[in-house]
């Protein structure tokens, strides 16, 4: 008699919530999915392949890693006071002092595993390891001296239409 009953269905309704856009949701889920399977594949194949190096290649791996790991930075320096070939400024030979920087470099070989015992014999020049750690940081060292061979005393005494921007034989700064 007076009273109306409210209709259930009309007051439920508002109340539920339902995602705009479930298709877009799927498709996020499935894409991070995927990215995440192939991100397992490509780490365990990786792991597979390296399990599967036979005992002499994972001994030259060890190597290789090892030298990285090992590295100097050295200069070859004139031994004798003379003439040396030059690979930049137009000239073919360069004078250098006893001592003198002739080149800058980076191995992880070691003085003899770099350069043979007669190449140092036939240029005149000593092996003088300035720096030991790992590749990188000897490839900065070598940077850092390369760009501070211009103000090098040795350098800097020199008349200056005789300068070098780098060691004779250092063709390019790299």
């Known amino acids: 008699m007076g009273a109306e009953q409210p209709n259930l269905k009309e007051t439920q309704g508002p109340l539920q919530r339902r995602d705009p856009q479930p298709k877009k949701r799927a498709g996020l889920l499935l894409l991070f999915g995927l990215a995440l399977a192939l991100t397992l594949v490509y780490f365990s194949i990786g792991e597979r392949d390296?399990?599967?190096l036979s005992p002499q290649e994972t001994e030259k791996l060890q190597k290789r890693l090892k030298e990285i790991d090992d590295s100097e930075q050295y200069a070859l320096v004139a031994a004798v006071d003379g003439l040396y070939p030059?690979?930049?400024?137009g000239h073919t030979t360069y004078y250098?002092?006893?001592?003198?920087v002739w080149k800058y470099g980076?191995?992880?070989?070691?003085?003899l595993g770099r350069y043979a015992a007669s190449f140092l014999v036939k240029n005149r020049v000593s092996y003088i390891v300035q720096f030991k750690g790992n590749f990188a940081e000897c490839l900065k060292q070598e940077q850092i001296k390369l760009f501070g061979?211009?103000?090098l005393p040795e350098n800097q005494i020199r008349p200056l239409a005789l300068q070098l921007p780098r060691p004779p034989y250092n063709p390019v700064m790299r």
């Open 50 to 52: 390296f399990a599967q």
């Open 106 to 111: 980076v191995t992880s070989k070691g003085a």
């Open 86 to 89: 030059c690979l930049h400024s």
């Open 149 to 151: 061979y211009p103000y």
């Open 96 to 100: 250098l002092k006893t001592g003198e």
